[in-house]
Nanobody, 126 residues
Framework: QVQLVQSGGGLVQAGGSLRLSCAAT????????MGWFRQAPGKERESVAA????????SYADSVEGRFYISRDHGQDTVDLQMNSLEPGDTGVYYC???????????????????WGQGTQVTVSS
């Protein structure tokens, strides 16, 4: 059984940077498209960034374009999210996901994604 295990996150002042990581563990016989959602208090979960299985197709939400960067390490089957120039509006719980069908440019409802990480809190203070 494949699981996604997240690390990183925490508290940072506005303008600072944080890095999130997500590793697929277990019997990873296939390579998933992977990405990140976030959920702010009182709001619905929203897509942040996604990267294809090969790593050559990437998409970002307009709100993070130019500040966040997603990357993956095929050898370790991990995906990272480098978050720069953080703003208080970036505060929320960040979840990584994995899916064979959904990927960059094809955002679906949360229930459609096959794998989810446990969530990581990111708090940006003003």
């Amino acid at each position: 059984q494949v699981q996604l295990v997240q690390s990183g996150g925490g508290l940072v002042q506005a303008g600072g940077s944080l890095r999130l990581s997500c590793a697929a563990t277990g019997r990873t016989r296939v390579t998933y498209n992977m990405g990140w959602f976030r959920q702010a208090p009182g709001k619905e979960r929203e897509s942040v960034a996604a990267i294809s299985r090969s790593g050559d197709v990437i998409s970002y939400a307009d709100s993070v374009e130019g500040r966040f960067y997603i990357s993956r390490d095929h050898g370790q089957d991990t995906v990272d999210l480098q978050m720069n120039s953080l703003e208080p509006g970036d505060t929320g719980v960040y979840y990584c996901w994995g899916d064979l069908r959904l990927g960059p440019g094809t955002v679906g409802p949360c229930r459609a994604y096959e794998l989810w990480g446990q969530g990581t809190q990111v708090t940006v203070s003003s």
